[in-house]
Protein backbone atom coordinates (compact mmCIF):
# COMPACT_ATOMS: atom_id res chain seq x y z
CA UNK A 1 0.00 0.00 0.00
CA UNK A 2 1.13 4.04 -0.39
CA UNK A 3 1.34 6.35 2.45
CA UNK A 4 1.34 9.97 1.75
CA UNK A 5 2.54 11.44 4.62
CA UNK A 6 1.44 15.39 4.39
CA UNK A 7 3.00 18.07 6.22
CA UNK A 8 1.08 20.70 5.91
CA UNK A 9 3.78 23.64 5.98
CA UNK A 10 7.20 24.15 3.80
CA UNK A 11 9.98 23.37 5.77
CA UNK A 12 11.74 20.25 4.18
CA UNK A 13 13.75 19.59 7.46
CA UNK A 14 10.57 19.34 8.93
CA UNK A 15 9.28 16.90 6.54
CA UNK A 16 12.63 14.80 6.63
CA UNK A 17 12.27 14.19 10.46
CA UNK A 18 8.82 12.76 9.23
CA UNK A 19 9.83 10.81 6.84
CA UNK A 20 12.36 9.01 9.21
CA UNK A 21 10.09 8.43 12.23
CA UNK A 22 7.36 6.99 10.16
CA UNK A 23 9.37 4.65 8.07
CA UNK A 24 10.67 3.54 11.63
CA UNK A 25 7.21 2.06 12.70
CA UNK A 26 5.56 1.47 9.16
CA UNK A 27 5.05 -1.96 8.18
CA UNK A 28 6.57 -4.27 5.46
CA UNK A 29 5.04 -3.62 2.58
CA UNK A 30 4.14 0.11 3.18
CA UNK A 31 5.11 2.34 1.01
CA UNK A 32 4.77 5.50 2.83
CA UNK A 33 6.57 8.93 1.44
CA UNK A 34 6.69 12.51 3.05
CA UNK A 35 5.40 15.22 1.51
CA UNK A 36 4.82 18.96 1.28
CA UNK A 37 2.95 21.92 -0.13
CA UNK A 38 4.97 24.11 -2.68
CA UNK A 39 3.53 27.06 -1.07
CA UNK A 40 2.18 28.14 1.95
CA UNK A 41 3.58 29.12 5.83
CA UNK A 42 7.18 27.82 7.41
CA UNK A 43 4.87 26.58 10.53
CA UNK A 44 1.54 26.62 10.93
CA UNK A 45 1.05 28.79 14.13
CA UNK A 46 -2.10 30.97 13.63
CA UNK A 47 -5.71 30.51 12.11
CA UNK A 48 -3.88 32.68 9.05
CA UNK A 49 -1.27 30.39 8.83
CA UNK A 50 -3.74 27.14 8.68
CA UNK A 51 -6.08 28.62 5.76
CA UNK A 52 -2.93 29.14 4.09
CA UNK A 53 -1.79 25.59 4.80
CA UNK A 54 -5.40 24.07 4.02
CA UNK A 55 -4.77 25.14 0.01
CA UNK A 56 -1.72 23.38 0.40
CA UNK A 57 -3.38 20.12 2.27
CA UNK A 58 -5.66 20.00 -0.45
CA UNK A 59 -2.99 19.95 -3.28
CA UNK A 60 -0.68 17.40 -2.30
CA UNK A 61 -4.12 15.45 -1.84
CA UNK A 62 -4.82 16.26 -5.53
CA UNK A 63 -1.62 14.70 -6.58
CA UNK A 64 -2.09 11.90 -4.40
CA UNK A 65 -5.22 10.88 -6.31
CA UNK A 66 -3.68 10.96 -9.28
CA UNK A 67 -0.76 9.14 -8.26
CA UNK A 68 -2.06 5.86 -6.82
CA UNK A 69 -2.31 7.10 -3.28
CA UNK A 70 -4.40 4.37 -0.90
CA UNK A 71 -4.17 6.73 2.34
CA UNK A 72 -3.15 10.28 3.70
CA UNK A 73 -1.72 11.10 7.01
CA UNK A 74 -2.12 15.06 7.63
CA UNK A 75 0.98 15.72 10.40
CA UNK A 76 0.01 18.88 11.81
CA UNK A 77 -2.02 19.22 15.51
CA UNK A 78 -5.18 20.68 14.87
CA UNK A 79 -5.95 18.67 11.51
CA UNK A 80 -5.11 21.17 8.79
CA UNK A 81 -7.10 21.25 6.19
CA UNK A 82 -8.00 17.86 7.01
CA UNK A 83 -12.43 17.71 6.13
CA UNK A 84 -11.65 19.42 2.79
CA UNK A 85 -9.07 16.77 1.99
CA UNK A 86 -11.39 14.11 2.62
CA UNK A 87 -13.47 15.53 0.51
CA UNK A 88 -11.03 14.96 -2.65
CA UNK A 89 -9.81 11.87 -1.81
CA UNK A 90 -10.99 8.17 -2.57
CA UNK A 91 -8.88 6.63 0.49
CA UNK A 92 -8.92 7.55 4.27
CA UNK A 93 -7.56 10.91 5.28
CA UNK A 94 -6.48 10.62 8.51
CA UNK A 95 -5.37 13.90 10.45
CA UNK A 96 -2.72 12.99 13.56
CA UNK A 97 -5.16 14.90 16.24
CA UNK A 98 -7.97 12.50 15.45
CA UNK A 99 -5.56 9.92 15.36
CA UNK A 100 -3.87 10.55 18.70
CA UNK A 101 -7.17 11.39 21.20
CA UNK A 102 -9.13 8.29 19.53
CA UNK A 103 -5.80 5.78 20.48
CA UNK A 104 -5.68 8.10 23.65
CA UNK A 105 -9.38 6.57 24.70
CA UNK A 106 -8.61 3.21 23.82
CA UNK A 107 -5.50 3.31 26.87
CA UNK A 108 -7.00 5.27 29.53
CA UNK A 109 -9.76 6.96 31.40
CA UNK A 110 -8.30 10.44 30.67
CA UNK A 111 -5.96 12.05 29.01
CA UNK A 112 -3.78 15.55 28.99
CA UNK A 113 -2.47 17.11 25.95
CA UNK A 114 0.30 19.32 25.76
CA UNK A 115 1.03 21.46 22.52
CA UNK A 116 2.87 24.89 21.23
CA UNK A 117 2.77 27.10 21.19
CA UNK A 118 0.23 28.44 23.94
CA UNK A 119 -1.72 30.11 20.64
CA UNK A 120 -2.30 26.83 19.03
CA UNK A 121 -4.18 25.86 21.84
CA UNK A 122 -7.88 27.04 20.43
CA UNK A 123 -7.06 24.50 17.16
CA UNK A 124 -6.82 21.41 19.67
CA UNK A 125 -9.80 22.15 21.72
CA UNK A 126 -11.66 22.72 18.45
CA UNK A 127 -10.73 19.00 16.98
CA UNK A 128 -11.59 17.90 20.88
CA UNK A 129 -14.72 19.42 20.51
CA UNK A 130 -15.53 17.90 16.36
CA UNK A 131 -14.83 14.65 17.91
CA UNK A 132 -17.02 14.67 21.27
CA UNK A 133 -14.43 13.99 23.22
CA UNK A 134 -14.28 17.04 25.93
CA UNK A 135 -15.10 14.60 28.77
CA UNK A 136 -11.95 12.53 28.48
CA UNK A 137 -9.66 14.91 28.24
CA UNK A 138 -8.26 16.08 31.77
CA UNK A 139 -6.14 18.83 30.79
CA UNK A 140 -5.25 21.27 27.69
CA UNK A 141 -1.82 22.17 28.37
CA UNK A 142 0.96 24.24 26.11
CA UNK A 143 4.78 24.91 26.32
CA UNK A 144 5.74 28.51 24.97
CA UNK A 145 7.86 27.14 22.45
CA UNK A 146 7.71 28.44 19.02
CA UNK A 147 6.99 25.33 15.86
CA UNK A 148 10.10 26.30 14.51
CA UNK A 149 12.14 25.58 17.74
CA UNK A 150 11.39 21.74 17.44
CA UNK A 151 14.10 21.21 14.70
CA UNK A 152 16.89 22.65 17.03
CA UNK A 153 19.41 19.67 17.11
CA UNK A 154 19.77 20.41 21.10
CA UNK A 155 16.55 19.53 21.97
CA UNK A 156 17.49 19.58 25.99
CA UNK A 157 15.57 22.60 26.67
CA UNK A 158 12.32 21.59 25.09
CA UNK A 159 12.54 18.38 26.34
CA UNK A 160 12.76 19.47 30.04
CA UNK A 161 9.92 22.12 29.17
CA UNK A 162 7.81 18.62 28.15
CA UNK A 163 8.58 17.05 30.89
CA UNK A 164 7.88 20.03 33.83
CA UNK A 165 4.51 20.17 31.91
CA UNK A 166 3.93 16.15 32.07
CA UNK A 167 4.39 15.55 35.34
CA UNK A 168 1.87 18.95 36.22
CA UNK A 169 -0.60 17.21 34.02
CA UNK A 170 0.01 14.05 36.21
CA UNK A 171 0.31 15.40 39.67
CA UNK A 172 -3.16 18.35 38.81
CA UNK A 173 -4.86 16.63 35.53
CA UNK A 174 -4.13 13.05 37.38
CA UNK A 175 -4.24 11.66 33.26
CA UNK A 176 -3.64 8.42 32.52
CA UNK A 177 -2.27 8.81 29.14
CA UNK A 178 -0.56 11.67 27.47
CA UNK A 179 -0.52 13.07 24.20
CA UNK A 180 2.34 15.49 22.15
CA UNK A 181 0.37 17.97 20.45
CA UNK A 182 2.94 18.90 17.72
CA UNK A 183 4.22 16.96 14.77
CA UNK A 184 7.84 17.84 15.90
CA UNK A 185 7.72 15.63 18.68
CA UNK A 186 7.70 12.34 17.97
CA UNK A 187 11.72 12.25 19.29
CA UNK A 188 10.43 12.96 22.85
CA UNK A 189 7.76 10.03 23.20
CA UNK A 190 10.12 7.24 24.12
CA UNK A 191 11.99 9.43 26.86
CA UNK A 192 8.79 11.16 28.42
CA UNK A 193 7.31 7.17 28.47
CA UNK A 194 10.10 5.67 30.22
CA UNK A 195 10.29 9.15 33.23
CA UNK A 196 6.69 9.90 33.28
CA UNK A 197 5.28 5.66 33.54
CA UNK A 198 2.17 6.30 31.23
CA UNK A 199 1.24 6.13 27.59
CA UNK A 200 2.88 8.87 25.35
CA UNK A 201 1.23 9.37 22.23
CA UNK A 202 2.55 10.85 19.09
CA UNK A 203 -0.12 11.65 16.84
CA UNK A 204 1.95 10.80 13.30
CA UNK A 205 2.79 7.39 14.00
CA UNK A 206 -0.92 6.77 15.80
CA UNK A 207 -2.20 7.79 12.24
CA UNK A 208 -0.27 6.37 10.01
CA UNK A 209 -0.96 2.87 11.96
CA UNK A 210 -5.17 3.74 11.77
CA UNK A 211 -4.34 4.53 7.55
CA UNK A 212 -2.41 1.01 7.57
CA UNK A 213 -5.43 -0.73 8.79
CA UNK A 214 -8.13 0.63 7.23
CA UNK A 215 -6.63 0.20 3.93
CA UNK A 216 -6.22 -3.43 4.64
CA UNK A 217 -9.37 -3.47 5.81
CA UNK A 218 -10.73 -2.21 2.32
CA UNK A 219 -11.98 0.59 3.70
CA UNK A 220 -12.16 4.13 2.02
CA UNK A 221 -13.86 7.65 2.92
CA UNK A 222 -17.71 7.74 2.32
CA UNK A 223 -19.01 9.75 -0.38
CA UNK A 224 -22.65 9.39 0.49
CA UNK A 225 -22.91 13.07 1.90
CA UNK A 226 -20.42 14.85 4.10
CA UNK A 227 -17.58 14.02 2.33
CA UNK A 228 -18.92 13.77 -1.18
CA UNK A 229 -16.26 14.95 -3.99
CA UNK A 230 -16.46 18.97 -3.62
CA UNK A 231 -18.81 20.42 -6.73
CA UNK A 232 -16.07 22.26 -8.55
CA UNK A 233 -12.48 22.26 -8.74
CA UNK A 234 -10.65 26.11 -8.14
CA UNK A 235 -7.41 25.02 -7.93
CA UNK A 236 -6.30 26.17 -11.15
CA UNK A 237 -7.22 29.29 -9.51
CA UNK A 238 -3.65 28.77 -7.49
CA UNK A 239 -1.30 27.31 -10.04
CA UNK A 240 2.06 27.58 -7.68
CA UNK A 241 0.21 24.94 -5.57
Known amino acids: MRIQLINPNTT ?39 AWASLGVIAQVQDGEANGVDAYVVACFGDTGVAAAREVARGPVIGMTEAALFSACLLGASF ?4 LPPRTLIHARRVLNECGLQH ?22 LYQALLDEAHAALAHDRCEVLILGCAGLSEMVEPLQQALGIPVIDGVCAALKMAEGLVAMGLKTSKHSSFDFPPRDLRAQWPGL
Open 12 to 50: RAFTERLQHSAQLIAAAGTEVFATQPRLGTPSVESHVDE
Open 112 to 115: SIIT
Open 136 to 157: RCAGLRAIDVQVDDCQEEDNAA
